[in-house]
């Protein structure tokens, strides 16, 4: 990236509204998002984004509605879908927009059914959705609702750039994905299919062949965009006031992306062709749930979805007592599922020792779970450290996003190495990781035996930072870092059933160095049923104060506001119902490290991402694909879920948020983000977006401020930490991975930062990697790119 490309960046926030759109670049297919209404100024056009939300969700609660009749239970349909769905929801909508804003794909003809590449974009087409199905039946979801976004684009397209809606058509056209059906002749290089049109809106400019009603005598067309292939002689154009080869006979256009003729001279059938699409979408799904199964369409989405249990399980000789508590809270918590309605969740166990490391066990069945459970042995070991690491990172890798990891070990990692990997895997997938370690960091190196721990017995010095990677690690994901003992782990291990209960909310998250009383508040609201509150370390002080202005010293007596449980590293605090409303105040004293964390039982929580504007072949907000860079403005787009109609949201249904704060490790305030509603706010679900300006340079979490109709205010923490980077690895294009074949995968460096040199490693989860090269590259200067090549000989799936 060149120095003033990257201060065009810096600047394109302060430009005015009208000049944006004078920037943008007429759209390919639908509008990709939200945001594209507004750099075209059609408010009412339907996007990519709102044709596919709706359409999964409309399935989705049909598939709901047959389950329940099916098994003769026809109890009022819950509204809320949970957490999980929107956010696999956003998956798929992010994989539809990025075929817009992906360099490799957003001018590829074949990806938009542009430039009459009818039948190439229908043979991909229907490879989209074999990779969709076979994903799903191997219960790879996060690779099928890729798949499917990119499919969903493709069909969505046809309509908008096709002239099906012109010749009549009022059903969707079934050939694109069944071979079977009719299917309906592609006109030919040298065949005119349009008429001059000289002004923005232009009606009637298909030859007549190409509009007419009747069968035998139709032909299907799409519009040629810009300069690339080149326009034949009388050919449509996709049209619109950036398309260059609208210029080119026949003049105009016949794209039908927008309600607005400025960027679609066919905008007056806008709505037709997204109904198709619509139409046509809605299918896709349904022939995908009864393809794969009602039960696994439901997991493709995480409908419902409760948290993972994952445990990562030490077997070496001395961890006889923790492996049996870990067996014992996953009872508790089986029982405690089947008791209650939905899914029982996903449970992941991936033992580890010295060298070795796994299988990872992944089941739904809870029974299977607890049979692996009870085959754990605590055998061997002796040495300190342990593959602690690398079975973390299995274990993400095996786990769906919003899990909780639960670490039992008392060595420190011998696979120190791979910290980062396992860092960004798990904010990627937001998931929490904590760690009950039964060892004192003061400890030194001693005997274990290989059934029970025998009394330590000093044998060499250990270092008593050697945790600090376990620390930093369940910081940055929002979990914790318990210290305990072998006597206190089966009652510490409540966290557990605590952290993986449906519902579950976070109020704040906060961590204290401070040797003085440390003061921390949190909200609770109307809609919060129950609140628990967990604080790992050794506290000598602490008291609690509630919004009438009542205290209660948690350490030295009982009261009327909590009752406190204490173990060896970790208190447990739970307020009293009924709760009341309002801010609460928490001041602690300790000579040492201490986290705060205050979880609620509450459906109303929030998604977030960070987005850029794009004015290149397509309007809209892309999404950032990891980390944001610091010192640059960038998009916070945040989802509430949770405000449907069931009887918890109904307090809070008049919900208004108003902005969102961000957060330093300790709490304290880095910058004030304003926010105002998408206008895409569907179902129990609204989308704000707000400007941050500039993304701050050190990490930092989120916080959610609203206001219910009752006049509570409303607050939610995000847990995990956002690191900003000066660092950027975008993937250039997605190549097709056949087996036996080799595959290119392009992608880019981008550096924010000041010059430096770079080493550049690649790995994957699978082993399939053979090669790669350059490994090294420098960027000597800020703002500087380099682009690399991967090569995969094998071709396998990764």
């Not at 129950?530 to 009438?548: A, D, F, R």
Request: a negative charge.
């Amino acid at each position: 990236m060149s120095q003033h490309r990257g201060i065009w960046r810096r600047q394109v926030h302060l430009f005015t509204l009208p000049y944006l759109l004078l920037l943008a670049s007429p759209c390919v297919g639908f509008l990709p998002d939200f945001w594209s209404r507004v750099l075209t100024l059609s408010w009412d056009s339907h996007t990519h984004q709102y044709i596919t939300e709706r359409a999964i969700l409309n399935v989705t609660l049909e598939t709901l509605s047959g389950l329940k009749k099916h098994h003769g239970n026809h109890d009022k349909e819950e509204s809320r879908l949970g957490r999980g769905f929107w956010r696999a929801v956003g998956e798929v909508v992010k994989s539809n927009a990025a075929t817009d804003f992906r360099s490799s794909t957003r001018s590829d003809p074949v990806y938009h059914f542009d430039s009459e590449h009818i039948e190439s974009a229908t043979v991909m087409l229907r490879r989209f959705w074999t990779h969709t199905v076979l994903s799903v039946r191997a219960k790879e979801y996060q690779s099928a609702r890729h798949s499917l976004g990119q499919l969903f684009h493709s069909l969505q397209d046809f309509y908008s750039h096709s002239n099906w809606v012109e010749m009549g058509q009022s059903s969707i056209y079934l050939h694109l994905l069944q071979p079977e059906e009719p299917a309906v002749p592609v006109a030919k290089e040298d065949t005119p299919t349009c008429m001059e049109c000289f002004s923005t809106t232009c009606r009637n400019n298909l030859l007549p062949r190409l509009k007419t009603t009747q069968e035998n005598s139709q032909l299907l067309t799409t519009g040629y965009f810009s300069t690339f292939p080149p326009k034949p002689q009388g050919k449509c154009s996709h049209g619109g006031i950036l398309d260059s080869s609208r210029y080119l006979g026949a003049k105009g256009g016949i794209n039908k992306d927008s309600t607005s003729p400025l960027f679609s001279p066919h905008h007056y059938l806008h709505l037709k062709a997204a109904t198709l699409a619509t139409e046509a979408t809605l299918t896709v799904l349904r022939d995908l749930r009864d393809s794969v199964g009602h039960r696994n369409f439901l997991k493709l989405f995480s409908v419902k979805q409760v948290p993972a249990l994952v445990f990562v399980m030490d077997t070496t000789g001395s961890m006889f007592e923790e492996i049996h508590a870990a067996r014992l809270r996953a009872q508790s918590i089986i029982q405690s599922r089947a008791n209650s309605p939905g899914q029982l969740g996903t449970f992941v166990l991936v033992p580890f020792h010295d060298p070795g490391v796994g299988p990872a066990y992944e089941t739904d069945d809870p029974g299977q779970f607890m049979q692996h459970m009870e085959e754990l042995m605590a055998l061997g070991g002796g040495d300190e450290p342990e593959m602690c690491l690398s079975a973390i990172q299995l274990a993400l890798t095996h786990s769906p996003p919003l899990s909780e990891i639960f670490v039992f070990t008392d060595a420190s990692p011998k696979d120190a190495h791979l910290f980062d990997v396992v860092k960004a895997l798990s904010l990627e997938k937001q998931s929490k990781v904590t760690f009950l370690l039964t060892e004192d960091p003061n400890y030194t190196k001693e005997s274990r035996g290989r059934l029970m721990r025998r009394k330590r017995r000093s044998r060499e010095p250990l270092s008593p930072d050697r945790f600090n990677l376990y620390s930093s690690l369940s910081s940055l994901s929002g979990g914790l870092t318990i210290f305990t003992t072998n006597s206190d782990i089966h009652r510490v291990s409540t966290i557990v059933e605590d952290n993986t209960a449906a519902d579950k909310v976070t109020l704040l998250h906060v961590e204290s160095h401070k040797d003085l009383m440390s003061v921390h508040t949190f909200r609770v609201d109307s809609s919060v049923k129950s609140v628990t509150l967990h604080v790992s370390g050794t506290m000598t002080e602490c008291i609690l104060t509630s919004p009438s202005d009542q205290s209660q010293s948690l350490l030295n007596e009982e009261g009327p506001l909590a009752v406190i449980q204490q173990f060896q590293g970790l208190y447990r605090i739970s307020l009293f119902p009924p709760l009341q409303p309002g801010q609460w105040k928490l001041q602690a004293k300790s000579d040492g490290h201490l986290t705060f964390n205050v979880i609620g039982d509450s459906g109303v929580d929030f998604l977030y991402y960070f987005a850029i504007v794009t004015n290149e072949t397509h309007p809209g907000l892309a999404r950032v694909d990891g980390n944001p860079t610091a010192g640059v403005p960038a998009f916070l787009v945040v989802v509430v879920t949770g405000l449907g109609s069931d009887i918890e949201a109904v307090k809070v249904k008049e919900a208004s948020f108003s902005h969102a704060t961000l957060l330093g490790a300790e709490g304290e305030s880095l910058q004030q983000v304003k926010l105002n509603s998408s206008s895409s706010s569907i179902y129990s679900l609204e989308e704000l977006v707000g400007l941050v300006d500039p993304v701050p340079r050190v990490p930092f979490c989120i916080r959610l401020s609203g206001q219910d109709s009752r006049g509570n205010k409303l607050e939610r923490v995000s847990t995990e930490m956002v690191e900003p980077t000066h660092i950027q690895i975008q993937v250039l294009s997605l190549p097709d991975l056949v087996p036996g074949q080799s595959a290119v995968v392009n992608f880019e460096i981008q550096n924010h930062g000041a010059a430096r040199n770079f080493s550049l490693t690649a790995d994957d989860d699978c082993g399939y990697l053979h090669m790669t090269g350059p490994h090294r590259g420098k960027l000597q200067l800020p703002w500087g790119r380099l682009t690399y090549r991967t090569i995969d000989p094998s071709g396998h799936h990764q």
